[in-house]
């Protein structure tokens, strides 16, 4: 190849105006950029403001010397190629510097065909390295997408799980939606991440899916449950965490986990209180028991929409966090809800 593909940019760095002159001419008749800096500052700035591919660096400089600025070189432009120019007294030098980074070294005085072979063997390698990292990178993004894809596959068919488990039951149908619609609505209100919307939306979505393992006859029983039967229908926050662990991150897993807890910590088997439950179940929380206390149950008839919200309000600071139903009555949707009330 006596030519480069795309143009590369090579500095001399060299105190000897001749050696600069020599090297340039030759090598810019094999197609290279040259720049040219006789001190290792001048070094640096052209350096700062020229993609250079490669570096020729003199050992031997008045002031910094080669060898103090080749560790600079490899920190600052880990991507450029550096070979070190020598006197043939200096070889074991020039080794070291091999050995601390360096792509090559050339003795002088320069044979100037060897100097071009060196440089295009050096650039060729440093191309071939970064064509390999640039592979590797849009592997892991390939595989990081490929992953986000089935992940959502799976949630997918557990959404799907879910509806079903609610189409079947009158009582619930629909439930998982409208909470979503809540629990998304507050978490834009406070200002929310969009991942941790994505969390906060697959969380709403699945979060009675552990009501798989409820017995419907305990779920549906029109009178008031026993402590042992509340017990059996509280074990679906666990259950379902258990289901979406293997295809969710820990914070959906978390949400759904913690959605019954008190933000006093009274609830059932509770073991974070406060700020310490995770703020997806916080909001989970105030967006589920609105929808459920509005909704028919097999035990009561639904609340109104103001008996609701009076009860949301009477058990903030105990069983919900006076932040979440501050920003839920701030929003839009409670507004609506309150004229209605
Ligand atoms: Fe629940």
């Known amino acids: 190849m006596d030519t480069p593909n795309q143009q590369e940019t090579v500095l001399i760095i060299d105190d000897e105006a001749v050696i600069r002159k020599l090297l340039c001419q030759k090598l810019s008749r094999k197609g290279y950029k040259c720049e040219e800096a006789d001190t290792a500052e001048q070094a640096l700035n052209k350096l700062r403001s020229n993609q250079?591919?490669?570096?020729?660096?003199?050992?031997?400089?008045?002031?910094?010397?080669?060898?103090?600025?080749?560790?600079?070189i490899k920190a600052a432009y880990p991507d450029t190629a550096v070979i070190m120019a020598t006197a043939v007294t200096e070889i074991s030098i020039a080794i070291q510097c091999i050995q601390q980074g360096a792509d090559d070294y050339l003795c002088k005085p320069f044979n100037l065909d060897e100097v071009a072979l060196s440089v295009q063997s050096a650039l060729e390698k440093r191309q071939l390295?970064?064509?390999?990292?640039e592979y590797q990178q849009h592997l892991?993004?390939?595989?990081?997408?490929?992953?986000?894809?089935?992940?959502?596959?799976?949630?997918?068919?557990?959404?799907?799980?879910?509806?079903?488990?609610?189409?079947?039951?009158k009582y619930t149908a629909g439930h998982s939606r409208r909470v979503t619609e809540i629990a998304l609505t507050i978490g834009n209100e406070l200002g929310l991440s969009e991942t941790d919307m994505e969390d906060l939306r697959w969380g709403s979505l699945l979060h009675d899916v552990g009501k798989i393992a409820v017995d419907q006859l305990i779920q549906n029983k029109p009178g008031r449950l026993t402590r042992e039967e509340y017990e059996?229908?509280?074990?679906?926050?666990?259950?379902?965490?258990?289901?979406?662990?293997?295809?969710?991150?820990?914070?959906?897993?978390?949400?759904?986990?913690?959605h019954h807890d008190h933000y006093?910590?009274?609830g059932l088997h509770q073991v974070v209180v406060g700020n310490n439950i995770p703020l997806a179940a916080r909001i989970l929380a105030v967006a589920d028991a609105f929808d459920a206390m509005t909704s028919e149950r097999p035990y009561r008839s639904a609340m109104s929409i103001k008996e609701a919200i009076d009860e949301i309000k009477r058990c903030t600071g105990t069983q919900f966090d006076p932040t979440?139903?501050?920003?839920?009555?701030?929003?839009?949707?409670?507004?609506?809800l309150l004229t209605k009330a």
Request: net charge negative; no cysteine; proline share 3%.
């Open 324 to 336: 979440i139903v501050a920003a839920f009555f701030k929003t839009a949707l409670a507004e609506t």
């Open 52 to 72: 250079v591919g490669l570096v020729i660096l003199d050992i031997k400089m008045p002031g910094k010397s080669g060898i103090e600025l080749l560790p600079e």
């Open 140 to 169: 892991e993004e390939k595989v990081a997408e490929q992953t986000r894809e089935i992940r959502k596959l799976f949630l997918g068919a557990i959404e799907a799980l879910v509806f079903a488990l609610e189409a079947k039951d």
């Open 232 to 258: 059996h229908i509280m074990i679906h926050a666990q259950v379902g965490a258990g289901i979406v662990r293997p295809v969710t991150n820990g914070k959906v897993v978390g949400m759904i986990e913690h």
């Open 264 to 266: 006093d910590g009274t």
């Open 129 to 133: 390295q970064l064509k390999i990292r």
